[in-house]
Every structure is written in C-alpha cells, then in structure tokens.
C-alpha cells in the first residue's frame, strides 16, 4: 500500500522528447558541473523565463531551425 504523504512530497514529473545530440550535450554539461541534468533544465526554463532578450533569442533560433526543417523536407 503507498504513503499518501510520500506520494505527495514526491514533485510531479513529465518526460520531454529531445535529439540524442541535445541530450548528450546536456548529458554533459550536467556531469562536468555535478548537477543532476533536470535542476540544469530547471534552471535554464527559469533564466529563460526572467530574461526577456534570451527568450527572444531562443524563439527566434527555434523558428529559424524549425523553418530549416521544413525546407529539408521540401527539397
């Protein structure tokens, strides 16, 4: 039988999907530092989120690479 009170210290968590590139880079990033690779995307969410010129950035190099994805597949 499970402990509510365990179940409800416990964080929820969801898996994210990302290239085997990404994940090694961040894979790591996180070993070099000695962080456990989640508190490292964490942290990046939480900077991205604060800092409005990174997330403009970010979405533009999202939209571009999106945008190459798409031309591949047209050619």
């Known amino acids: 039988m499970k402990d509510n009170k365990t179940d409800s210290m416990k964080t929820e968590r969801k898996k994210i999907s990302v290239d085997k590139p990404t994940y ?5 990033f996180s070993r070099l ?3 456990k690779m989640r508190l490292v995307v964490e942290s990046m ?3 991205v989120l ?4 990174l997330s403009a950035r970010i ?3 999202a939209i571009a690479k999106e945008n190459a994805a798409i031309d591949n597949l047209e050619s």
């Open 45 to 47: 969410v939480s900077l």
């Open 50 to 53: 604060e800092d409005e010129q």
């Open 59 to 61: 979405v533009d190099m």
């Open 33 to 35: 530092n000695g962080l």
């Open 24 to 28: 090694d880079q961040l894979k790591t």
